[in-house]
């Protein structure tokens, strides 16, 4: 059916927009605090503002709804990634700044690191049934072999690094360190989120990976 170009036309798509955002963000903290198991549609409705009809009627179900959320969140994080222009920097100050952002990024949005948790707990089958997260992932690792490349070629980076595997290095070292960071200082000892820790964790994740990409 085509779009009404009139002005309630437009408004009517308007007050949609806002209305699906606003059971985003509601249904993006109630996944972040209680996983997708715990989750209620009655509760993401209250978090809203909405009426539950509302909710089915655009995302169908509790399921959909967040594979919504997954797709919304990594949107969120690729368009802040794009904002960094990585192709415009030198290569190892394209990955440096990935490195921080990403680091930045995770400790900022403590939701992102707990509805992967959640995603993870039901083997990634949501965004396994995504195509458009497969599409918005892609770009960060068609950005990242292009740095390596241009590193390789200018002779400051090591040949041979597959760009996926060194993206996955990077998230993981920060991703492990703050998802874990309760059990971490349980048997460590230490606060690992003062900021003097959070200085040296960002620090050896430069270290390592600048270490293993810059050549010698």
Known sequence: MARDPSPAGEERVRDAD?????ILAAARDEFAEYGLGG????????RAGLNKRLIYYYFEDKEKLFQ???????????????????????????????????????????EFITLLN???????????????ARELNSPVIETLAAVLERGRKEGVFRGGVDPVQLYVSIAG??????????????IFGRDLLAPK???????????VILGYLLNA
Do not use: C, G
């Open 118 to 132: 959640s995603a993870n707990l039901h083997k990634a089958r949501h965004l396994s049934e995504s195509k458009r």
């Open 173 to 186: 070292l920060a991703y492990f360190y703050l998802s874990n960071s309760h059990t971490l200082q349980a």
């Open 197 to 207: 820790a959070r200085a040296e964790r960002l620090s050896h994740m430069t270290d």
């Open 18 to 22: 806002r209305s699906q955002n606003t």
């Open 39 to 46: 989750a209620r549609v009655d509760r993401i409705a209250e």
């Open 68 to 110: 919504a959320v997954l797709e919304q969140v990594y949107r969120d994080i690729r368009d802040e990634e794009r904002k960094l222009r990585l192709t415009e920097l030198e290569p190892a100050t394209a990955v440096k700044r990935l490195i921080e952002f990403t680091w930045d990024y995770y400790r900022e949005h403590p």
